[in-house]
Nanobody, 116 residues
Framework: QVQLVESGGGLVQPGGSLRLSCAAS????????MGWYRQAPGKQRELVAT???????NYGDSMKGRFTISRDNAKNTVYLQMNSLKPEDTAVYYC??????????WGQGTQVTVSS
C-alpha cells in the first residue's frame, strides 16, 4: 500500500509561483511513475505532469513552459514547481503514483488558489 502526502498548496497572486511536494510511503523505486493531476470545480480531473523512474516527463498542454516536475528518489518525494500562475490554474492538485504491480494511488489533494 502506497500512501501519498501532498503539501505546498495555498493562495498566490497571478504571475506568482508555488512549489508542491508529494512524499510517498514506499521506496520510490517500486513506483514506476508519479505525477500530478488537478480538478477545478465543475470540471474533470486533468493531467498536470508525470515523471517516470527514468526521468521521462509529460505535461498537460496548458502547463508546458510554466510547470516543472522533478523527483528525489532518496527522499521518496516528487515536486511540482509552478511558475507564472494564472487564475485558471486554481484547482485541487492531487499527487498520483503508478506502481510496478499496475496499481494506482492518489493523495488527499492540496488546494491551489490563484487570485489577486
Amino acid at each position: 500500500q502506497v500512501q501519498l502526502v501532498e503539501s505546498g498548496g495555498g493562495l498566490v497572486q497571478p504571475g506568482g509561483s508555488l512549489r508542491l511536494s508529494c512524499a510517498a510511503s514506499e521506496r520510490i523505486v517500486t513506483i514506476v511513475a508519479m505525477g500530478w493531476y488537478r480538478q477545478a470545480p465543475g470540471k474533470q480531473r486533468e493531467l498536470v505532469a508525470t515523471i517516470t523512474n527514468g526521468g521521462i516527463t509529460n505535461y498537460g498542454d496548458s502547463m508546458k513552459g510554466r510547470f516543472t516536475i522533478s523527483r528525489d528518489n532518496a527522499k521518496n518525494t516528487v515536486y511540482l514547481q509552478m511558475n507564472s500562475l494564472k487564475p485558471e490554474d486554481t484547482a485541487v492538485y492531487y499527487c498520483y503514483a503508478h506502481t510496478s504491480n499496475y496499481s494506482d494511488y492518489w493523495g488527499q489533494g492540496t488546494q491551489v488558489t490563484v487570485s489577486s
